[in-house]
């Protein structure tokens, strides 16, 4: 089992940055293929990014592909996504999520989710 514990959501203006943490706990997280999602209001939950276990290796979505990055430190069993130059459509709730499966981008795939955070971009 793994749990996980997203954090660092917040209301920031448009151009401005969040830097979201999510920290896991049980057995071997640092096995695991991390990834982010979002879930806008209308919308169905998006793949972002993802992270391999070493950290070595990233995928991101188009969408976010030079404004936000992901990575990990798996010392302290947590996982980042650094989001720059937010925009009105980033607005949503952002899940970190687990998963054996090597760079999956759909939510079926992922076995362990977070409870989310809200992130919220005014312009």
């Not at 979505?61 to 980033?90: C, H, M, P, W």
Request: proline share 2%; net charge positive.
């Amino acid at each position: 089992q793994v749990q996980l514990v997203e954090s660092g959501g917040g209301l920031v203006q448009a151009g401005g940055s969040l830097r979201l943490s999510c920290v896991g706990s049980g057995r071997a997280c640092n096995i695991y293929y991390m990834g982010w999602f979002r879930h806008a209001p209308g919308k169905e939950r998006g793949f972002v990014a993802c992270v391999s276990p070493s950290g070595g290796s990233t995928y991101y979505a188009d969408s976010v592909k030079g404004r936000f990055t992901i990575s990990r430190d798996n010392a302290k069993k947590t996982v980042y996504l650094q989001t720059n130059n937010l925009k009105s459509e980033d607005t949503a709730v952002y899940y970190c999520a687990a998963t054996r499966v090597t760079f999956a981008t759909t939510p079926g795939s992922y076995s362990y989710w977070g409870q989310g955070t809200q992130v919220t971009v005014s312009s």
